[in-house]
């Protein structure tokens, strides 16, 4: 894609996303690419499949992994060990 391509409201996020300042912007952009520039169209984005769907809102799950691999331990949540912090 061009950079002519990309609607003039997108291009600071294609500058951080291209030149490495934020992954954040790098998974948004790509989001709003596939599916033609639309937030709708993010928001209500269906295919789970995609490795990036959980991150198509600029927020990191709660279930994602951290940048060292083990699991977040938050309340009600299985820990990387596959137990719960309420021992149940």
Same mark, same amino acid.
């Given at each position: @894609?061009?950079?002519?391509?990309?609607?003039?409201?997108?291009?600071?996020?294609?500058?951080?996303?291209?030149?490495?300042?934020?992954?954040?912007?790098?998974?948004?952009?790509?989001?709003? @690419?596939?599916?033609?520039?639309?937030?709708?169209?993010?928001?209500?984005?269906?295919?789970?499949?995609?490795?990036?769907?959980?991150?198509? @809102?600029?927020?990191?799950?709660?279930?994602?992994?951290?940048?060292?691999?083990?699991?977040?331990?938050?309340?009600?949540?299985?820990?990387?060990?596959?137990?719960?912090?309420?021992?149940?």
């Amino acid at each position: @894609m061009k950079y002519e391509d990309i609607p003039e409201r997108y291009r600071g996020l294609w500058h951080r996303a291209v030149h490495g300042r934020s992954r954040q912007a790098a998974i948004r952009l790509n989001c709003l @690419m596939c599916c033609c520039y639309q937030i709708v169209e993010v928001q209500n984005c269906g295919i789970t499949a995609c490795p990036l769907w959980r991150y198509r @809102m600029g927020k990191k799950p709660l279930d994602a992994p951290e940048a060292d691999g083990s699991e977040i331990d938050a309340p009600g949540r299985p820990h990387a060990t596959g137990t719960n912090k309420e021992g149940d």
